[in-house]
């Protein structure tokens, strides 16, 4: 599992413990900076091959401010990591804006076949965030789709997609759809998983 703070940073942990609750051991602790990740949100993934694969929320880059006592060092990464805690690497470091993602508080699934997908809360053409994929590897990141937040999308996507296996994705997004009286509450959507 994870921990959004704690470890020798304060910067968040993978841990793990035996089902009966002994054997604990901080697997990672996170750092931020150019070379890790800060306060990760969500659950992590196994795959087939017994990597582990998560997000960070953010990370990824150099610190260039601090406000009331956090550090803001990046949108964010996806990363790998043994189930040992040896082999951490970064496959990703969101940098925002229009052209990226940023802040990923999901997690990830896979398709089996090489490829990550997950969302991001903000980020892409609108700043209302993203679905993404990514490369087991972390060779091919693509955004498959930006939200633009308003009547007729959705924005702002907290959760993570769920595979149906027949080709699409399907989630969930705080904000966007249907205008009733100037609110936008939401929406439930579905995508191929090529976008």
């Known amino acids: 599992g994870t921990t959004v703070v704690g470890g020798s940073?304060?910067?968040g942990t993978i841990f793990m413990l035996k089902t009966d609750g002994t054997g604990f051991q901080v697997l990672h602790s996170f750092a931020g900076g150019a070379s890790d990740g800060h306060y990760p949100q969500a659950s992590l993934l196994l795959d087939e091959s017994g990597n582990l694969y998560g997000t960070t929320i953010a990370g990824g880059q150099t610190p260039v401010s601090a406000a009331f006592g956090q550090?803001?060092?990046?949108?964010?990464?996806?990363?790998?990591?043994?189930?040992?805690?040896?082999?951490?690497?970064?496959?990703?470091?969101?940098?925002?804006?229009a052209n990226d993602a940023d802040r990923p508080w999901s997690s990830l699934i896979s398709?089996?076949?090489?490829?990550?997908?997950?969302?991001?809360?903000?980020?892409?053409?609108?700043?209302?965030?993203?679905?993404?994929?990514?490369?087991?590897?972390?060779?091919?990141?693509r955004i498959l789709h930006a939200?633009?937040?308003?009547?007729?999308?959705?924005?702002?996507?907290?959760?993570?997609?769920?595979?149906?296996?027949?080709?699409?994705?399907?989630?969930?997004?705080?904000?966007?759809?249907?205008?009733?009286?100037?609110?936008?509450?939401?929406?439930?959507?579905?995508?191929?998983?090529d976008g």
């Open 147 to 193: 939200f633009a937040g308003f009547m007729g999308d959705g924005g702002y996507p907290s959760a993570a997609v769920i595979p149906d296996g027949s080709g699409y994705l399907y989630g969930t997004t705080g904000y966007g759809g249907a205008s009733l009286g100037g609110t936008f509450g939401g929406t439930v959507f579905r995508m191929r998983s």
């Open 9 to 11: 940073s304060d910067g």
């Open 71 to 97: 550090i803001y060092d990046g949108s964010g990464t996806v990363f790998r990591v043994r189930p040992d805690g040896t082999g951490f690497q970064l496959l990703r470091a969101f940098v925002g804006g």
């Open 111 to 141: 398709d089996g076949s090489g490829n990550l997908y997950g969302t991001t809360y903000f980020g892409g053409s609108q700043n209302a965030g993203t679905v993404y994929s990514i490369s087991t590897d972390g060779s091919r990141f």
